[in-house]
């Protein structure tokens, strides 16, 4: 492996956001494709964020739909844990209703139902599937505008990252609660 590489798999990542447990890159892998990356941040609690990751993976290796992406790794390099999804992410909800509110742009009734249709169906594809540990429907966890990803072309996806990851402080308590 090249030694220039982040996390050994990794060229030119670029952070997306930086949450309390963890932070959110876009990055290709070595071959050139596009990945998108959850590492646990450094405050994190390593076991913690062990245990939440394979929850993630879990979750991302039994549901198939277009708005949930496929799960390329679940791994540790450099002391570090980390996801990796096979998408191409250039931003996050809160970067998107930050640019529409910047430019005073609405999205079309049209465009916000086709949207909106999209999530409901991907959340439809997990909930179809059992959790062989609970025998309930597959959860895939908070719908959060800090959940939702997005490409430049305008593709989205729906992340499953369970625990209310992004949301939460380390322990697991919401943040600002």
């Given at each position: 492996?090249?030694?220039?590489?982040?996390?050994?798999?990794?060229?030119?990542p670029r952070l997306i956001r930086r949450h309390v447990a963890v932070e959110l890159l876009a990055a290709r892998d070595a071959s050139g494709q596009a990945r998108f990356v959850v590492t646990g941040s450094k405050q994190a609690d390593r076991e913690r964020t062990k245990r939440r990751f394979d929850e993630v993976a879990r979750v991302h290796e039994r549901v198939q739909?277009?708005?949930?992406?496929?799960?390329?790794?679940?791994?540790?390099?450099?002391?570090?844990?980390?996801?990796?999804?096979?998408?191409?992410?250039?931003?996050?909800?809160?970067?998107?209703?930050?640019?529409?509110?910047?430019?005073?742009?609405?999205?079309?009734?049209?465009?916000?139902?086709?949207?909106?249709?999209?999530?409901?169906?991907?959340?439809?594809?997990?909930?179809?599937?059992?959790?062989?540990?609970?025998?309930?429907?597959?959860?895939?966890?908070?719908?959060?505008?800090?959940?939702?990803?997005?490409?430049?072309?305008?593709?989205?996806?729906?992340?499953?990252?369970?625990?209310?990851?992004?949301?939460?402080?380390?322990?697991?308590?919401?943040?600002?609660?």
């Amino acid at each position: 492996m090249n030694a220039d590489l982040w996390l050994r798999r990794f060229q030119a990542p670029r952070l997306i956001r930086r949450h309390v447990a963890v932070e959110l890159l876009a990055a290709r892998d070595a071959s050139g494709q596009a990945r998108f990356v959850v590492t646990g941040s450094k405050q994190a609690d390593r076991e913690r964020t062990k245990r939440r990751f394979d929850e993630v993976a879990r979750v991302h290796e039994r549901v198939q739909h277009p708005r949930i992406p496929r799960l390329v790794e679940r791994s540790a390099a450099d002391d570090v844990e980390f996801l990796s999804f096979d998408c191409d992410v250039a931003a996050d909800g809160p970067h998107v209703l930050e640019r529409f509110a910047a430019t005073g742009q609405r999205l079309p009734y049209e465009a916000a139902d086709a949207f909106i249709y999209g999530l409901r169906e991907a959340l439809e594809a997990a909930h179809s599937v059992a959790d062989p540990q609970t025998g309930r429907p597959t959860c895939i966890g908070r719908i959060a505008y800090e959940n939702l990803m997005f490409a430049t072309d305008g593709r989205y996806w729906l992340f499953g990252l369970g625990h209310n990851l992004v949301v939460a402080r380390d322990t697991g308590v919401l943040s600002g609660a």
